[in-house]
C-alpha cells in the first residue's frame, strides 16, 4: 500500500463523513476531507518519547488518522427533530507535538491550567467556534493518556472515562452531536444544567437508529438511562 493511500481504519473514517453527506435527514454545512499528511507517522512518537519522556503505548499507535484535518459540522432537517454537530480531528502523531491550549486564569484555577499544560487537542469545532474541545492529557510514565472535555458552557474540565481509541470509535458513532461527550463524564445530566445536553442526547439516540440504521446505539442508549 503506497503511504497517500487510506488504510481500512481511515476508510472507516470516510465513511462517517459519506454518511453524513449522503443522509436525506441530514444538511452538511461544512466539511473537512483533506489529503492524507505522510508526515503523520510513528516516528512522531518516538520523537515525543525521546524528547519529552513520554511513550504513548503501542495500542494507540494503531488507531489514529493521518488526514491533515476530517471533519463535519451539520444539522439535521425537517421533519427531524433538529439537532446539531460539528467534530475535526487533528492526526495525533501531529496533534502530540502541538502546544496546550490557553486556559484564562480567570475561568480557571492554577491547579486546572498546570494539569492542561499536558493537553493536546485531538476533536475540536472550528467552523462553529464553540470553543469546547477534546484533549489528550500527556504525562510521562502514562502510555494509554486520559481524555478530557473542555466544556465552553460550564467553563468545567471534564475526564472521560474512555481512552483515545474508545473515544474514536463512540465518535463515529455520535458524528459529534453537540456534548455526546457526557455520556462518559460526571456531569450530573439529570440536573437542570444539563436539561438541554440531555434532551439533545435523547434526541440523538432516537433519530440516530432510524437515520443510520447500521449502528448499534444500545449501549449509548443503556448509558443514558442510567445518567438521568
Not at 26 to 55: M, P, S
Amino acid at each position: 500500500m503506497e503511504l497517500d493511500e487510506p488504510t481500512p481504519y481511515e476508510e472507516d473514517w470516510l465513511d462517517v463523513l459519506d454518511e453524513l453527506r449522503n443522509s436525506p435527514a441530514v444538511d452538511v454545512l461544512n466539511e473537512a476531507r483533506e489529503d492524507i499528511d505522510v508526515t503523520a507517522e510513528d516516528t512522531a512518537f518516538d520523537d515525543l518519547a525521546e524528547w519529552e519522556g513520554i511513550e504513548i503505548g503501542a495500542e494507540l499507535r494503531s488507531a489514529y488518522i493521518r488526514f491533515a484535518q476530517l471533519g463535519s459540522q451539520w444539522r439535521t432537517v425537517e421533519p427531524y427533530p433538529y439537532l446539531t454537530g460539528e467534530f475535526q480531528l487533528t492526526p495525533l502523531p501531529l496533534a502530540v507535538h502541538e502546544d496546550a491550549p490557553e486556559f484564562p486564569s480567570s475561568l480557571y484555577s492554577d491547579e486546572q491550567r498546570d494539569m492542561a499544560t499536558g493537553f493536546r487537542v485531538i476533536d475540536a469545532s472550528p467552523f462553529t467556534g464553540t470553543g469546547s474541545f477534546v484533549a489528550l492529557r500527556l504525562q510521562p510514565g502514562v502510555e494509554n493518556p486520559e481524555v478530557w472535555y473542555s466544556d465552553h458552557r460550564t467553563n468545567t474540565l471534564w475526564p472521560m472515562n474512555l481512552d483515545y481509541r474508545a473515544y474514536m470509535d463512540a465518535l463515529r458513532l455520535t458524528k459529534g452531536v453537540f456534548d455526546w461527550q457526557h455520556l462518559f463524564t460526571e456531569a450530573p445530566l439529570g440536573d437542570e444544567e444539563f436539561a438541554g445536553a440531555a434532551a439533545d442526547l435523547r434526541v440523538m439516540l432516537d433519530v440516530f437508529v432510524e437515520i443510520f440504521p447500521d449502528h448499534d446505539y444500545s449501549d449509548l442508549k443503556a448509558r443514558l438511562r442510567e445518567r438521568t
